[in-house]
């Protein structure tokens, strides 16, 4: 006689989830963030899907920010559609950090001042670098002409200073 034994699997069920930090996340256009479900089988196969890839795309759990809106980024367990879970994402606007002042050129007289008044992107501090103290001071763009000379004042973004004028 010749026997068969087919043994079945526990039928533990496959369970993902996501940190709680990364279940609603705030991206800035342009940018990217890797997400890394919690799944309970290293044998998974995840799929990944963007409610709106207009507005955020995912690949591999890398979510890639396209343009401002509201997207639901799905993860699930192939051939288990009902494992699931969820992240909301929100892409914000990319802010283009500037400054920028209409006249770059100015001639003082000794002992004269004047207040300088860039544009520069809302929300964020400038700083003043001068370049000779002894000819021009300059505090929060108040200039002041010290004596006859040449200097240069550089206004940037303190946290960016990649806007500068």
Same mark, same amino acid.
């Given at each position: 006689m010749l026997?068969?034994?087919? #043994?079945?699997?526990?039928?533990?069920?496959? $369970?993902?989830?996501? !940190?709680?930090?990364?279940?609603?996340?705030?991206?800035? &256009?342009?940018? @990217?963030?890797?997400?890394?479900?919690?799944? @309970?089988?290293?044998?998974?196969? #995840? &799929?990944?899907?963007?409610?709106?890839? %207009?507005?955020?795309?995912? %690949?591999?759990? !890398?979510?890639?920010?396209?343009?401002?809106?509201?997207?639901?980024?799905?993860? @699930?367990?192939?051939?288990?559609?009902?494992?699931?879970? %969820?992240? $909301?994402?929100?892409? %914000?606007?990319?802010?283009?950090y500037e400054v920028n002042i209409e006249n770059k050129n100015i001639t003082l007289v000794e002992g004269s001042e004047l207040t300088l008044n860039p544009t520069y992107t809302e929300n964020t501090t400038l700083k003043w670098e001068n370049s000779d103290d002894t000819v021009i001071s300059v505090t929060d763009g108040k200039v002041k002409a010290l004596k006859e000379g040449v200097s240069t004042v550089k206004i940037s973004i303190v946290d960016h200073p990649e806007g500068y004028v």
């Open positions: 026997f068969a034994f087919v #043994l079945v699997g526990c039928g533990e069920k496959v $369970t993902i989830s996501i !940190n709680e930090a990364d279940q609603a996340i705030s991206i800035e &256009e342009g940018k @990217s963030q890797k997400v890394t479900p919690v799944v @309970s089988s290293a044998e998974a196969i #995840l &799929e990944w899907s963007s409610s709106d890839e %207009t507005i955020a795309k995912v %690949t591999d759990g !890398n979510i890639q920010a396209v343009k401002p809106g509201q997207a639901i980024i799905t993860v @699930s367990v192939k051939d288990e559609k009902d494992v699931k879970a %969820t992240i $909301t994402v929100t892409v %914000t606007k990319k802010i283009i």
